[in-house]
């Protein structure tokens, strides 16, 4: 069974400083990992996917098999970052992406 | 394209009524997706289509629930009877390929009084 754990609902940090969402899954084959943001009060839009490996908006996020982790990381967080993260997995010959609860990203002044 | 168009974007219903929410995915989707979500419990998937064919509504939270997808381009959820707890904001998705990047709809927000 597909399963993926966002262990923190709330994360707050200051403007400038570093953040990590973390991601953790489980799945017995080839995992395919997302990362999906949802501003305020706007429709999910795919922030990345592992197979890219881009940077976009100053995220990165990178697979890691052996701990099973795909962490959401930027090294200076900015106030429009602030929203609500989902870590999403997919793979083989699932149409279907299982998404975790996710995380609200609070970036203070 | 549009995008995924969901309609209504605000629904304001009563106990016991029936309640229909519309999708039109992205022409050339072959896959689409209904997902609740609320507060307490995240994102849920609650059922989804490929090539306009149920795959799994494993998700569907009750009988009162279904969904249908006459067609490529046209899927409804509907509720008969709704209830309070079914207040939530309801997203439709779509997809092209398998595994593939979703696009969401900008959702139906419900609230059943």
């Known amino acids: 069974a597909q399963r993926v754990t966002q262990p923190e609902k709330l994360l707050s940090v200051f403007k400038g400083a570093p953040v990590e969402l973390k991601c953790n899954y489980s799945?017995?084959?080839?995992?395919?990992l997302f990362w999906y943001v949802q501003y305020s009060r706007q429709r999910l839009q795919l922030l990345l996917r592992?197979?890219s490996r881009e940077s976009i908006k100053g995220f990165t996020a990178d697979l890691n098999k052996g701990e099973t982790s795909f962490h959401l990381k930027k090294p200076f967080a900015q106030e429009e970052d602030s929203a609500m993260y989902y870590c999403?997995?997919?793979?083989?010959?699932?149409?279907?992406?299982?998404f975790g609860k996710g995380t609200l990203l609070t970036v203070n002044p | 394209d549009a995008g995924v168009i969901q309609s209504p974007r605000h629904e304001v219903t009563e106990m016991g009524q029936e309640v229909t929410l519309r999708c039109k995915p992205i022409?050339?989707?072959?896959?689409l997706f209904w997902y609740r979500q609320t507060m307490m419990r995240g994102l849920e998937l609650l059922i989804y289509?490929?090539?306009?064919?149920?795959?799994?509504d494993s998700g569907m939270p009750e009988d009162r629930f279904s969904a249908k997808m006459p067609n490529a381009s046209f899927s409804t959820l509907k509720i008969q009877p709704s209830e309070p707890r079914d207040s939530a904001v309801y997203f439709c998705?779509?997809?092209?390929?398998?595994?593939?990047?979703?696009?969401f709809g900008p959702g139906t927000r419900l609230t059943v009084l």
């Open positions: 999403a997995l997919g793979g083989g010959s699932n149409y279907k992406l299982t």
């Open positions: 592992h197979i």
């Open positions: 799945y017995s084959g080839s995992p395919e």
């Open positions: 998705a779509s997809s092209g390929q398998i595994g593939d990047e979703q696009f």
């Open positions: 022409s050339g989707h072959n896959s």
């Open positions: 289509f490929n090539n306009n064919v149920p795959i799994d």
